[in-house]
């Protein structure tokens, strides 16, 4: 097939730290290129790829020197330049989550696959996405898709990487490296970092923090997280690389995931599993979906439960969590789940809600 992934430009595909959309986008495309599909990528120059890229902006939008730019405009200039090359594809697969492409794609949108990434919970949003009821998606949980259940559904996907791209350590834990929990992400009020300190600290183990901090989350960060970092019981080690990435999740005791929003994934979780390091998350989102409870961690509702979760998670065997990882999300099961959805696409007749 002749394939068009519309990556976000927000960050390069892959990104050098943050930013699971973009991972997951580059995953697909290397993985539909080996199996010999003609992919084409748009997204921000300097994207690694195995795919053809076709650069859309000079540079990710967070990358952007200048002091304002327009996410708006730079995503509109790009789905101008997929829709004058739209012949030239058998499908168009477009990850972005605000939907601006529609009104643009609605004249072929037999042949357009939509993967929002981000939350579907906007009170005005059913009723605008009901004028385009021929557009196909597909959601990344079932959680996610929940507010907005009359849409076009054709699959559910969840999130794969390759299996061998993350191990567990042997010798876990390196030499001379004290148990602690991990807290990876982004700090903010939906993160919730402030509660993953709090656990830590009942629970008697130190935690490790490795997050980006976005402008609008500063005022947040210096008020809630900043005076609590001692370099002890609670140390920020910045936003990490991927190739910190091992031994910052594989020496881990588990990885806190407090989350107080509905997270329609969550990257890093599977991140961690694929480690065999145990994730403690709270019961949001696509949490129940993702972690297997009792066995690749534990789902939690409050506080108290998960500071009584930690000596549990810690009883867990590493490498049942692993097997979780490789049996449920490796980018091989990914991609062929991708490839049947593309197959549906042309060949409906009314919206099917149908889960892969």
Avoid at 271 to 284: C, Y
């Amino acid at each position: 097939m002749r394939i068009a992934q519309v990556a976000p430009l927000f960050e390069m595909v892959p990104p050098s730290a943050y930013g699971g959309t973009e991972r997951i986008i580059a995953t697909l495309c290397d993985h539909l290129v080996a199996r010999g599909h003609d992919v084409t990528l748009f997204a921000a120059a300097g994207s690694a790829t195995a795919a053809t890229l076709v650069e859309s902006r000079a540079c990710g939008l967070r990358e952007d020197p200048a002091p304002r730019v327009s996410p708006i405009a730079a995503h509109l200039a790009m789905l101008d330049q997929v829709r004058a090359q739209q012949a030239e594809f058998d499908v168009i697969h477009c990850h972005l989550s605000h939907f601006q492409h529609f009104p643009l794609f609605e004249g072929f949108a037999a042949k357009t696959l939509t993967t929002p990434h981000g939350r579907l919970d906007y009170a005005d949003l059913p009723a605008a996405l009901a004028r385009w009821p021929d557009m196909a998606m597909n959601s990344i949980s079932l959680n996610q898709r929940q507010p907005l259940s009359q849409a076009n559904w054709v699959a559910n996907i969840y999130h794969g990487l390759p299996r061998d791209l993350y191990r567990p350590l042997s010798g876990r834990p390196a030499a001379g490296i004290a148990p602690y929990l991990a807290f990876i992400g982004r700090f903010s009020r939906d993160k919730r970092a402030d509660r993953a300190i709090a656990i830590a600290k009942a629970a008697g183990l130190p935690l490790k923090l490795a997050a980006k901090i976005d402008d609008d989350d500063r005022a947040w960060f210096h008020r809630e997280i900043e005076p609590q970092i001692d370099g002890n019981c609670v140390d920020y080690v910045g936003e990490i690389s991927e190739a910190e990435k091992p031994a910052f999740l594989g020496n881990a005791a588990a990885l806190l995931f407090p989350i107080d929003w509905p997270e329609p994934f969550g990257l890093v979780v599977i991140e961690a599993m694929a480690h065999g390091t145990p994730v403690i998350a709270w019961r949001n989102g696509a949490m129940a979906e993702i972690v297997d409870d009792g066995v690749s961690g534990f789902v939690v509702d409050t506080l108290e439960q998960a500071i009584a979760a930690v000596p549990l998670t810690l009883a867990l065997d590493r490498g049942e969590v692993r097997k979780c990882f490789e049996r449920r999300f490796d980018a091989a099961r990914m991609v062929d789940d991708y490839v049947a959805a593309y197959a549906v696409l042309g060949r409906q007749t009314e919206p099917v809600n149908a889960v892969f």
